[in-house]
């Protein structure tokens, strides 16, 4: 009896430090809680999405993830070094683009330097030790290397989207943190300055020089540890003198594509994710599909595929996502970009969309 009960003080005291490393942040509270428990989507204690939206089917086992999860296929894994171009941060009088892989990249709109979600660990997790280590060839660049950051863009909490390490690095070199509401409690625990983070939810918008930024539904759900929807998920749209912006952050497909295109549309081009997706969680994310069934509910003159060619999180090959994705495309006459790693998207000039995944 003693020596079980030693044991489970034991497991209660490792779980308690484990959980309060410093990666997993904090969930909201005070003032931030009440804004959030405002909120006409925040019901039985959790934010929820506008559609009923289990992360996986009832007939669906965590088991059953696992297992899928650990059955071998050796095209997870590029089998060769990604190609890579040197970014050209050099301030011009374009929208640019510059994709960093998966869900980072980097826009620069007059003047104005955004980085969305970045995430430059070797894993998307809180310990380096778990999960698959970014492919070869996608560590091109290091936050060191980045010109002074006007604003980061963070989408939803999740660890493929926040990286604990990565802000560390970037909290001297930025101005202001916009977020999803909540998403402020991690970064202040990591000691980024109040002032600095400005926080919205579904509808709320804010101006960075001539730039206005919006915050949009999405279909997700948020969390760093086990309690889950404390925070907002959201995607934006960003708005300049010149140009209109989708950025998606991670979603699944829902009727929120087709109001926001209706609201705020059209746009000359919606980065959306089209990675990542599997049968056992349907809803969280989009499947090739339905990334081009969004871009054309948000009336967008170009899409951009994300959330792939850095990281396996999912059971399908490492390039189906965009394979898959061009080839819907395609099927529906719409104009994709396929930017290799730190190449630059030119709004309205250059589009480039070269197969080189193929490789």
């Not at 509910?297 to 850095?310: E, R």
Request: with cysteine; net charge positive; glycine share 6%.
């Amino acid at each position: 009896m003693f020596i079980s009960l030693v044991v489970l003080l034991l497991i209660t005291l490792t779980t308690y430090i484990i959980l309060n490393r410093p990666v997993f942040g904090r969930n909201p509270a005070g003032d931030r809680l009440v804004r959030i428990k405002q909120l006409s989507n925040f019901k039985n204690g959790a934010i929820q999405n506008l559609s009923p939206t289990p992360v996986k089917p009832d007939e669906v086992s965590y088991w059953q993830i696992l297992r899928g999860m650990m059955k071998k296929n050796v095209n997870r894994i590029p089998s060769f070094p990604l190609p890579s171009l040197k970014p050209i941060f050099t301030a011009d009088h374009h929208t640019k683009i510059i994709w960093f892989g998966h869900s980072s990249y980097f826009l620069q709109i007059d003047g104005i330097n955004i980085l969305v979600d970045p995430v430059f660990s070797a894993t998307p997790s809180p310990f380096s030790f778990l999960g698959y280590k970014y492919f070869k060839g996608t560590n091109f660049i290091q936050p060191e290397e980045l010109p002074e950051i006007d604003v980061i863009l963070i989408t939803h909490d999740h660890y493929d989207h926040l990286d604990y390490k990565s802000i560390l690095k970037l909290n001297q070199k930025t101005k202001i943190f916009i977020t999803s509401l909540g998403v402020g409690a991690h970064l202040e625990h990591w000691k980024i300055s109040a002032e600095k983070i400005k926080e919205l939810s579904w509808g709320d918008e804010i101006l960075v020089g001539d730039l206005k930024f919006t915050a949009t539904p999405a279909r997700h759900f948020t969390g760093r540890s086990f309690k889950r929807n404390q925070t907002v998920w959201s995607s934006f749209v960003l708005q300049t003198p010149r140009h209109k912006l989708f950025l998606g952050g991670d979603s699944g497909y829902d009727n929120h594509f087709k109001e926001i295109g209706d609201i705020h549309g059209p746009f000359d081009i919606a980065i959306l994710e089209c990675g990542q997706y599997n049968s056992n969680w349907p809803l969280i994310h989009l499947f090739p599909k339905e990334t081009v069934q969004a871009a054309l509910d948000l009336k967008a003159k170009v899409l951009m595929p994300v959330h792939w060619g850095k990281f396996t999180l999912a059971m399908h090959d490492w390039n189906e996502p965009v394979i898959s994705v061009v080839k819907a495309a395609e099927e529906k006459n719409l104009k994709v970009t396929t930017p290799q790693l730190g190449e630059a998207v030119l709004i309205g000039l250059h589009y480039p969309d070269q197969q080189w995944w193929l490789s």
